[in-house]
């Protein structure tokens, strides 16, 4: 008989090797966490997203098939980024097509191309995210499982205080889990189709099951989302970690109110925007701000919750990375679009603050986190994995604003503004209706930039059933082509990807093959058409 093991892929735990085989035998036998120290342990360890750092950049190959590939060491979702209306290609000079560069490994995902894992070569590549994120629920579903287990044994208050702890940041750290799981690989949640609409296989026991697995709805994975964050927010209570890299009461608020946004549930969004003001978090106020140091960091007041490194200097890569080697006035990676940059007004500090130019050609490049290079830096912050204050500001002005609270909403992003803008006047917000809407979500495009959630909100705004995207909107990526004679790139013209009801299967990341095929059959993907660019 097949096993299936608890992390769904079919090369799983072979691929894990003692990583895979501790969970096997964790799901049968119970000897291995006796007390709450002991799953804390493990929660430390298999449990969180490890912090992976870049290194030095020394050249534009910074995303190697074999890279990409490692289960241990792949960055996190370093494609999310390019996917959406924030990024562009950036291109100077001539760089070797067999050299794992950014542009050329992610092209594809780029241009939303038939196949979207396959480089400029036409080499397929594997998405180790889908195995990486299952293996992180995996350990979860474990440590949750042995969490409630212990419920009943422990028995002085430190072990209990510590058991709630586990416990509740367990319950978030699957939610977030399933959260990306099902904004990458599923349809957008629409509120009128929820329960029919596909979303991504379901695993929420230790067991393991002899099944091949299937595709649970969006009702079902954003409820079991929404019942996660309530018991975190049960077991967390008014906890308030010391450390940002393990989640406490303002990380599972947060989500809360973000995912309640995304279900349409505007009460209970900013109902958990509560609370914030008693528990020291604090927007930076860039008026007075040293624009040489980082926006970001584990010390900011404004940082929640983090895990994982930082991707952004490895895929928006400058121009200038090092002269012995020749990558001196040469890219082959993205910057960030026309289109973003020219949102901002003259006014808006975050200019500054969030982005730099290249060295060479000054096109601007995000730069949130500025001490990336730094060895083992203890600032060290992702920028997929992040939840910042600033993000509570924009959800409660977007529940309230659709709750028809129109002064409300304008006080509440005037807030965020007067410490983001030179002079900000609320007058400058529209007062009601369609306009307020697309106002709060132009400000969170231009607040949350390369955080990882720009790309997810263009796909509930398509769906949403209040204020849906128009049915022109859409997103085009500019396409450069190579001239050897000149050593030039010259526009060719763009690729073009439509709004959500026109081109469905392009805004869902397919499924890897590997599972496909051991799944027989129970899971299937969308066909993503070919792509070809429209010409200059």
């Not at 092209?107 to 396959?118: I, M, T």
Request: hydrophobic share 35%; with cysteine.
């Amino acid at each position: 008989m097949n096993i299936k093991y608890i992390i769904i892929s079919a090369l799983l735990l072979a691929t894990f090797t003692s990583c895979g085989d501790f969970l096997e035998e964790y799901s049968t036998d119970q000897r291995y966490c006796e007390t709450p120290e002991d799953l804390n342990m493990l929660l430390i360890g298999e449990g969180y997203i490890k912090t992976n750092s870049i290194g030095s950049l020394y050249s534009q190959e910074t995303m190697t098939k074999s890279s990409l590939e490692s289960v241990t060491d792949a960055p996190n979702f370093p494609w999310l980024h390019v996917l959406d209306d924030d990024s562009e290609e950036f291109a100077v000079d001539y760089v070797d097509t067999n050299k794992g560069t950014p542009l050329y490994m992610f092209g594809s995902l780029h241009n939303w191309g038939a196949d979207p894992f396959r480089n400029i070569l036409n080499t397929q590549w594997k998405d180790i995210m889908w195995e990486k994120i299952y293996k992180q629920i995996g350990a979860v579903n474990a440590i949750i499982y042995q969490g409630e287990e212990l419920k009943e044994k422990v028995k002085t208050n430190t072990e209990k205080d510590m058991l709630n702890q586990v416990c509740g940041e367990a319950y978030f750290l699957r939610a977030y889990y399933y959260y990306y799981l099902a904004n990458i690989y599923g349809l957008p949640y629409r509120k009128a189709t929820a329960s029919t609409d596909f979303s991504v296989p379901l695993k929420t026991t230790e067991v393991i099951e002899d099944k091949y697995f299937t595709r649970a709805t969006n009702q079902q994975v954003y409820s079991q989302i929404w019942n996660d964050l309530c018991k975190a927010d049960d077991y967390l209570g008014n906890y308030s970690s010391t450390s940002v890299i393990r989640a406490n009461i303002g990380a599972v608020r947060t989500l809360k109110s973000r995912i309640a946004l995304y279900m349409e549930n505007y009460n209970d969004a900013l109902d958990a925007t509560n609370d914030f003001e008693n528990w020291n978090y604090k927007l930076t106020d860039l008026n007075h701000f040293d624009m040489s140091s980082n926006f970001i960091g584990r010390s900011v007041p404004e940082v929640i919750f983090t895990m994982g490194g930082p991707i952004v200097p490895a895929v928006f890569i400058d121009d200038h990375v090092s002269d012995w080697n020749g990558d001196d006035n040469r890219a082959s990676s993205f910057k960030a679009s026309s289109d973003l940059m020219d949102s901002y007004q003259p006014n808006d500090l975050r200019y500054k603050a969030f982005f730099r130019k290249s060295t060479t050609n000054k096109v601007p490049l995000p730069e949130k986190y500025k001490t990336w290079s730094e060895y083992n830096s203890k600032e060290t912050v992702s920028d997929v994995f992040i939840i910042r204050y600033a993000e509570v500001y924009l959800n409660r002005a977007e529940a309230q604003a659709m709750l028809g609270q129109d002064e409300a909403a304008r006080q509440t992003l005037q807030e965020l503004r007067s410490k983001r803008m030179e002079n900000s006047n609320i007058n400058d917000i529209p007062t009601t209706g369609r306009e307020l809407i697309d106002f709060i979500r132009a400000e969170r495009r231009r607040e949350l930039c390369f955080e990882g959630q720009r790309w997810f909100d263009l796909r509930r705004y398509s769906v949403n059933s209040k204020y849906p995207l128009p049915e022109n909107f859409c997103i085009k990526h500019p396409a450069y082509t190579y001239d050897a004679a000149s050593n030039m790139h010259h526009l060719a013209g763009y690729y073009q990807l439509n709004a959500y009801d026109k081109d469905q299967a392009a805004w869902v990341i397919p499924i890897p093959n590997a599972t496909i095929e051991f799944n027989r059959g129970s899971l299937t993907n969308l066909v993503r058409p070919t792509r070809d660019m429209i010409k200059q």
